[in-house]
């Protein structure tokens, strides 16, 4: 019995029950305390993060504001595109990913290009591998389609819509529509409380960023509940606090003056040269319906839609083109306007009253003046104002200069007058000022020496004279209506997307030139000459039906590439700029043209006949638009609610 | 066997705080499993019925195992501890692959975890060795190295596949029996001092990468919020989001919304505690603890050592899995997979609980029972 109660002996063991029990209180107590803290004294933390858990703001992306011209045709839009995301850490290399390629269609090359930037990226050990990253841009309608059907074989895989610009006229125009970049970081923080956000495409160039503020409307955001899949859910009532939801404001659409047509007509017209600009504006409105630069860019291939590295490439060869693609020859170039200058020089010596136009001199091909010579294009023989225009002898307006006292400061004054060597204040993109040389600016540039040489240069628009292609169709424009010289206008209209016009620009004068109406028509006449006389410098370049005065132009080019460049690149840099300027009809003037060819040569042989083809594009689609054939109406946009130019 | 008179009066002796206790919480379990896997689709959303299928057969068991005196399993101790040892090395031969650790057998569509049955196994084999331990001086380490062998070889054969939580519990049932017992205090500071020194050891060489890092999250919570650390947080902002009241059944956003990856697995409790806030958690907690110390009141008045530990053994598994699984959850101890009694799904799980329970009940009601007759010793 001993043995038995020895093995059952319960007593070793008694007192420690209470210490066992104590401890395991204790225990819990320590439990129930680490829960007050949690459920009462930290529980507004947890509540908040809870919250935020399911709570998700989400924003409503806006859409951008069409850009049309004048007759209502799409000249930029915005067109969904489609982004495939992936999270690198979460694809399944083995399974998954070779579904995924073929889902997608791609090449042997791409896949392996990608297939590298996963590999790599799930190698190394930065954070990016567990983050979606943007493993193609624009994928195809079919391709998105399919993907989304397969959606749930694809887990780690992402299809997001994202717009992005488009201009359907490409080349045409890029210029003065511009185009769409990510906005940079520095940009970013000023422009982060005008609602801007990391990844955002914000207008770079042209319209698209001078009228940023108009085009890109409100983003809206809206508070959904998401689960830890960030899966949406339903409901959230009682959980959302109100407001739950701000509607996104689309942003405005833009009316321009521009012609797409025209556009299309200046960019045919000028196949055949390198490099130039064409300007063609509204004589009695200063409305500008044709402004296009070459050799032009393609914008849909800047703005987004098309991969980082296709943007980079286009970038890289929009800078290093020797023809300089990205700088807009019609507004942002200062040219010296050769001929094309000389009725400003003639108006202000017959304003001044130092010459009489029925004067005569004589051209024997050069003028000596002082140790120089100055050339003229061939012997003019007897010259009078008005052939001195239209057959553009340099002699001629050499004489004003160095013996009837027309001096800088008389012709900068006049050019001035004429805007010229004035910034337009288009408002789209910088402009070059250009310049209109005086005496004292002269002496100054030439360390207190002045010359009487550089009047000379100064009559025939040559030497320091610069101006841009916009200032002289817009002072051409001016000699053409009698002297009202226009605020240059490109944007006309401001419309909801919906159509309705919120704001419409009247055209602004600039300023009234005050010129005696006979010295302009005098003028006037000469350029109807230049044009249409057989003597005249444009006469070979003339195009039936197309009625115009002009001048043609042909510019020194000032800074000549030193020998030793390759010769192919000498001879085309080294060559004069081609020059035409004029307007159309000669009898109440509807346009003003001005066409620059760089490098070109001789205006009349290479500027003369690109004018006359727009101008000629120019009134055939009047003639088409104009609901009785043969009465033009340029200004007057046929489209609703535009109300009618003056 | 069973000797009518004592059958029939252990049957007056029903432990009626022990079952109501039991059954307060298994109640609870289910409706909150119900919530739980309300965030489910298709056949998981339905694992609270399975949970009652459990707990009926769990019943049955353990009613079964009411009726045989506990004293019959004295002499069973070996023989079951060696099949559960045996069971657990089944398991590295038989065992699938489920999310990296191998911790089943399966026939057909049963499966079975030797791990939950083999905490059942190892009391009944320390209380028998206790039971025939005449000792009642101190012990020395020397004397326990038999039990703690007992309790290392299948605690090794469980942490290699692996199994941190139910090794854990496997070492605290061992070390909640040894403190009954009298070991002398220089013992008890040899083997403090030892398990201090093996520490690093054990860190480096036993425990597994993600073992370490559960422990590291567990240090710094912060750090890795969106992966390791993904349980951990989300969890102890599910309770704290419970507050006083809580916000009510089924209205729990954690859990609503998927922010609690195993809540019917590991973490119920965040569920619960969201549902049904500080109020709730106490109620609980109070009838773990009660369940716990009745279990020690069972043990200090068996009549037997066989029946104290079996008593102080079973309350410490219950009593471990409650401390643990709230503690991982709140945030004061690591992650590891230990499951809360009645309230974490699982067939194993249960019927262990519920033999557990079963057993202390035997005890209890057998307190008053006659010594065996000294023929049957």
Partial sequence: MSLVVQRSDVSEFRRRFRWIALGMALLFLGLILRLFQLQLLESDDSKAIAREN????????????????????????????????????????????????????????????????????????????????LLKEDISRDAVATLRTHDAELPAVDVVPVPVRSYPYEEVGAHVLGYMAEVDAEKLSQLRSAGYVEGDRVGAMGIERAWESYLRGTRGWEKVLVDAKGRRRPGGEGIIEDPR????????????????????????????????????????TGRILGLYSKPSYDPNALSGGSGKQVIRDAFRRLYSDPLKPALDKTIAGAYPPGSTFKPFTALA???????DPRASTQ??????????????????????????IAESCNVYFYRLAAELGVGMDVIAEMGQRFGLGTRTGLGVNAEAQGRMPTRAWMTLRNKGQFRLGFGLNA?????????????????????????????????????TSAGTVVQEFAPRVRRQIDVSPENLSRVQKALFAGVNSEAGTAYKARVLGVDMAGKTGTAQVSHKLARGAEAERVWYFNREHAWFAGYSPTRSPEVAVVVLVEHGGAGGKHAAPIAFEVVRAYQELMRERSPRAGVTSAGRAPSKGQGSAP | MIRGDVSGRARDHFDWPLFIAAALIAVLGVVNLYSAT???????????????????????????????????????????????????????????????????????????QPSEFM????????????????????????????????????????????????????????????????????????????????????WSYVLLDYQRDRITVFLRPEDDILHRGWHAHHSRVAIGNGGLFGNGFMKGTQNQFNFLPDQFSDFPFPVYAEEWGFVGTVLLILLYAFLSLWAIRIASLAKDRFGAVLGVGCGAILFWHALINIGMTSGVLPVVGVTLPLFSYGGSSVTTVMMAIALLMNVSMRRYSAVPAPDRL
């Fill in chain 1, 54 to 133: 399911i709570v998700r703001r989400v924003t409503l992306a806006t859409t951008r504001g069409i850009i049309r011209d004048r007759n209502g045709k799409v000249l930029a839009e915005s067109r969904p595109s489609y982004n495939l995301y992936v999270v690198p850490e979460r694809i399944d290399m083995q399974n998954v990913w070779p579904k995924l390629v073929d889902y997608l269609g791609v090449g042997v090359d791409e896949r392996a290009r990608l297939e590298t930037l996963l590999t790599n990226i799930r190698a190394s050990d930065g954070p990016r591998k567990s983050q979606q990253i």
């Fill in chain 1, 245 to 284: 939801r701000v509607d996104p404001i689309p942003g405005r659409d833009l009316r321009l003056t521009l012609d797409a047509e025209i556009q299309r007509a200046i960019e045919k017209a000028m196949r055949g040269e390198l490099a130039g600009g064409v300007a063609l504006v509204d004589v009695r």
């Fill in chain 1, 349 to 355: 010596a017959l304003e001044k009253g130092l010459i």
């Fill in chain 1, 363 to 388: 051209c024997r091909g050069a003028l000596t003046f002082g140790k120089r010579t100055f050339r003229c294009t061939h012997v003019h023989g007897s010259t009078d104002l008005h052939k001195g």
């Fill in chain 1, 459 to 495: 009559a025939i628009g040559q030497g320091a004279t610069t101006v841009t292609v916009l200032q002289l169709a817009l002072a051409y424009a001016a000699l053409a209506n009698g002297g009202t010289l226009y605020q240059p206008q490109i944007v006309r209209a401001v419309e």
């Fill in chain 2, 38 to 112: 309300s965030v489910y689709s298709g056949s998981r959303s339905e694992l609270y019925i399975s949970q009652v299928y459990w707990l009926v057969l769990g019943g049955i068991l353990g009613g079964v195992l009411v009726a045989i005196d506990y004293r019959h399993l004295e002499r069973l101790g070996y023989v079951l501890y060696a099949f559960g040892v045996f069971s657990l090395g089944l398991v590295f031969v038989l065992a699938r692959d489920v999310r990296g650790s191998s911790r089943w057998i399966e026939f057909g569509s049963f499966r079975f």
């Fill in chain 2, 119 to 202: 905490k059942i196994f190892l009391v009944i084999a320390l209380a028998k060795f206790l039971h025939d331990d005449p000792r009642s001086e101190g012990r020395t380490l020397k004397d326990l190295l038999v039990p703690a062998v007992l309790t290392g070889v299948p605690a090794l054969l469980i942490l290699k596949q692996p199994d941190l939580g139910t090794a854990t519990i496997l070492t605290l049932v061992f070390l909640t029996i040894a403190a009954v017992t009298r070991v002398r205090w220089k013992s008890v500071a040899v083997f403090v001092a030892t398990v201090a020194g093996a520490a690093p050891i054990i």
